[in-house]
């Protein structure tokens, strides 16, 4: 450990990927260094993986910075390939040496052991990831009961036991697979995806899945928890489900409490904030350098580049470029206008989506994406087309197609917007043709994994989509005639509202108080005709409802329930009423589909029989889907053509 009075060049906290690849070059560079692990060994967040765990070495494009190996294989290989390094390297490290408290600064810290030691070092590297702080299930009864658990060390010692894991993550789903050869396994996913995993995993659980070894439990929130049951709110209610173990895997948070001691500061007061840091790794307090997981670079590739590089930036190396450098540069292969920096600059001053992302945030986000400099009119993409990533306007302009009929009907966005957002939606096709609007325009197109996994981890950018979003509705579907000032008043007024499949919108008779815009998901509008409800019609996404009561004056004439899990912008209709009343075109076209309602429903009325195969045909699942083939059974052939094509 060294001696009582000396003082380290670097000490290190934690010995995990990034710790632990920092120790080892600190070591070949000759600094005085310490590296101290709690623990009674090293590396305890992959000690902690459960056993015989296939350790990925992703991203496969980032190469590998470090005098630590590291490639995909076990968990038992990896723990003995690091090791073998801290041997190799003579690296100084302090097990059983947890840190209580940092005091000082740069180039005088003082580190308090839980013991009462105190190491004296010039710089820190703050490695201690999240692993520590598991996020747990707060839900009414999960104190009390046994059979909670958020680790998982061998799935091999569970037999013939009913197993829920909790959680869409890549913890979730290899403890699901290492569970199911020998167990029933449900997994409970908030969503209806798993794309916050790595792509393999993601392919291992719904291989499983489709065969039936792992059942599903798909939009689906814990509620309450009693010794062996656990219920879930679904789209079809309550569901208690008898079981022997829950393993809830839900992530992690900062260790908040103990880096704001070290007087770090956060961007804001979310649980999953993280620590901004510099180009080089540095916080805001001089000589404390955070590195991996707490830094936002979770995988194990990442942290140890990370760790290779600081100490490289400690020892005065501080024009050194990150390990993917070369990764930004093909990125920007086609943008001869700015450098890696000045457009990594520009891209959080251009983009309010992107403005709060921390330095090593936007780099993996860019890595991920791909930058263009289409031409005006260029075809971004068609109306139909099945694409799903994100756009985003770094300059230059685009031009949105509302009517296909008419190219006329247009709407411009301008740099600093994005556009594509309703490719987030998994299977739904894009609902209008693109093109570029200037010679000179920019765009990244970022993957829709990438872009769910930011809107989960940043909360300012899901917050800014969703403000955009419900601008970029209005002016698409609503008010494409307005300027941007005027749709600016109704969004102000706007609020984002869900509702779960079933669940009542607004009743008739009720007072008429709004307008709603469905961004997702569909409704059925249903009437009381001769003492029973009639389903007089189904209305997908990108059409709004309640604009008769609005502009009639009078209460609600139909009911609006939703026929799946949706999302509206519920708008205020006194605003609404009156930027009607001030704009003759938007009037216009108000009063053109309040007249096609009030015709579709008297047709309804006179053919009541219509709603029953409407209901039918929502209770088939086709207000969740995408396209429908309806065969006519009284004239078909049995030729199977249809099942064929």
């Keep these: 450990m060294g001696t009582k009075n000396e003082i380290y060049q670097v000490a290190i906290i934690g010995s995990g990927p990034a710790g632990l690849s920092a120790g080892a070059h600190a070591s070949v560079l000759g600094l005085r260094h310490i590296l101290l692990e709690k623990a009674d060994h090293a590396s305890d967040t992959i000690y902690k993986f459960q056993k015989g765990k296939h350790v990925m070495a992703t991203p496969d494009v980032l190469p590998l910075r470090s005098d630590v190996n590291f490639n995909m ?4 290989d990896v723990l003995d390939t690091w090791n073998s390094a801290l041997d190799k390297h003579q690296v100084n490290i302090s097990y059983n040496a947890e840190v209580k408290n940092v005091s000082g600064g740069k180039g005088g810290f003082d580190l308090t052991l839980t013991n009462g030691d105190t190491i004296k070092t010039e710089t820190i590297v703050l490695a201690i990831g999240l692993q520590g702080n598991l996020n747990t299930l707060r839900i ?22 009913t197993i829920i894991v909790i959680g869409a993550g890549d913890a979730a789903i290899e403890n699901a697979l290492g569970l199911c050869t020998h167990n029933t396994v449900y997994i409970a996913n908030r969503g209806t995806e798993f794309s916050r995993a790595k792509e393999a995993n993601e392919a291992a659980i719904l291989s499983e899945i489709d065969k039936g070894r792992i059942i599903p439990l798909y939009n689906s929130n814990s509620k309450e928890c009693t010794q062996g049951t656990l219920t879930f709110d679904t789209p079809d209610g309550d569901v208690t489900i008898e079981c022997d173990r829950v393993i809830a895997r839900l992530g992690a948070a900062p260790p908040r409490k103990f880096v704001e001691a070290c007087g770090v500061s956060f961007p804001s007061d979310a649980r999953n904030a993280l620590p901004e840091v510099s180009k080089t790794y540095e916080s805001n307090v001089k000589g404390l350098y955070i590195v991996g997981s707490l830094g936002g670079y979770p995988l194990i590739k990442q942290a140890i580049n990370q760790g290779y590089e600081v100490i490289e930036f400690i020892n005065g190396n501080t024009e050194l470029d990150p390990a993917d450098e070369p990764l930004i540069t093909q990125t920007l292969k086609d943008i001869k206008d700015f450098d890696n920096d000045a457009f990594l600059k520009e891209v ?8 709060e992302l921390n330095p090593l945030m936007e780099r993996e986000m860019l890595v991920e994406s791909t930058v263009t400099a289409p031409r005006k009119g260029t075809i971004i993409f068609e109306r139909g087309d099945y694409t799903n990533s994100v756009y985003t306007i770094f300059r230059g302009s685009v031009k949105i197609q509302t009517n296909e009929d008419d190219p006329s009907q247009c709407v411009i966005l301008e740099q600093g917007a994005f556009f594509g957002e309703v490719g987030l939606i998994s299977g739904r096709r894009r609902s209008a043709t693109i093109l570029s609007n200037a010679d000179d325009t920019i765009l990244i197109e970022t993957p829709r994994r990438t872009m769910l996994k930011l809107r989960e981890d940043v909360r300012s950018l899901r917050d800014s989509m969703d403000k955009e979003a419900i601008v970029r509705q209005i002016q698409t579907y609503i008010a494409s005639s307005l300027d941007i000032k005027a749709i600016q008043k109704l969004a102000d007024s706007a609020s984002i509202e869900t509702f779960r499949k079933g669940e009542i919108i607004f009743n008739e008779g009720d007072e008429g108080d709004a307008l709603y815009l469905i961004s997702k998901g569909s409704v059925m509008v249903s009437k009381r005709i001769g003492g029973k409800d009639v389903t007089l019609a189904y209305v997908a996404a990108g059409n709004y409802v309640g604009e008769m009561a609005l502009m009639s004056d009078l209460n609600r004439t139909a009911t609006i329930k939703s026929a799946v899990d949706c999302e509206t912008i519920k708008i ?9 009343n001030e704009n003759d075109s938007l009037q216009k076209e108000i009063e053109e589909k309040y007249g096609q309602r009030i015709v579709e429903t008297e047709k309804m009325i006179e053919q009541p029989e219509a709603g029953s195969i409407v209901e039918f ?4 699942g086709i207000g969740e889907a995408t396209d429908v083939l309806l065969i006519d059974e009284s004239i078909c052939i049995g030729c199977d053509n249809c099942e064929k094509a």
């Design 73 to 76: 294989g076990s968990r038992e």
């Design 572 to 580: 205020d209709g006194d605003i609404f009423r009156k930027l009607v």
């Design 140 to 161: 009414p009864g999960s104190e009390n009961v046994t059979h909670l658990q958020y680790q998982l060390d061998d799935p091999d010692e569970y037999e013939h036991e």
């Design 617 to 620: 045909l929502m209770g088939e």
């Design 348 to 355: 959080r001053v251009r983009l309010p989506i992107f403005e």
